[in-house]
């Protein structure tokens, strides 16, 4: 069983910066990626970024040049680094790991940005 423990969520104003961590454990095997979603009230969960075990990246096109998804394959967790945030990037942020067998969530961390 894989547990993902997701960290560093909070309050900010708009402009500011926060790092979301999240630590994978448990029985970890085949893994292809891990990735960050997010889901703001009444809509779908969206990628927001994604990194494949071997380091290739994908961004949502509303956070490419502010976000930026890094991971630390011995710790097995991924961090997403969240800069010049946006009221509109309020949300609530879920972790993800996928493997060649299913695909685990996290519980999530709330996101909120002031205007």
């Known amino acids: 069983q894989?547990?993902?423990?997701?960290?560093?969520?909070?309050?900010?104003?708009a402009g500011g910066?926060?790092?979301?961590?999240?630590?994978?454990?448990?029985?970890i095997v085949s893994v292809r990626s891990m990735g960050w979603y997010r889901q703001?009230?009444?809509?779908?969960?969206?990628?927001?970024?994604?990194?494949t075990i071997g380091g290739s990246t994908d961004y949502a096109d509303?956070?490419?040049?502010?976000?930026t998804i890094f991971r630390d394959n011995v710790k097995n967790t991924v961090?997403?680094?969240?800069?010049?945030?946006?009221p509109e990037d309020t949300a609530i942020y879920?972790?993800?790991?996928?493997s060649t067998?299913?695909?685990?969530?996290?519980?999530?961390?709330?996101v909120t940005v002031s205007s």
Do not use: H
């Open 2 to 13: 894989v547990q993902l423990v997701e960290s560093g969520g909070g309050l900010v104003q």
């Open 17 to 27: 910066s926060l790092r979301l961590v999240c630590a994978a454990s448990g029985t």
């Open 40 to 51: 703001a009230p009444g809509e779908q969960r969206d990628l927001v970024a994604a990194i």
């Open 62 to 67: 509303s956070v490419k040049g502010r976000f």
């Open 79 to 86: 961090y997403l680094q969240m800069n010049s945030l946006k």
């Open 94 to 98: 879920y972790c993800s790991l996928r």
């Open 101 to 110: 067998v299913r695909t685990y969530w996290g519980q999530g961390t709330q």
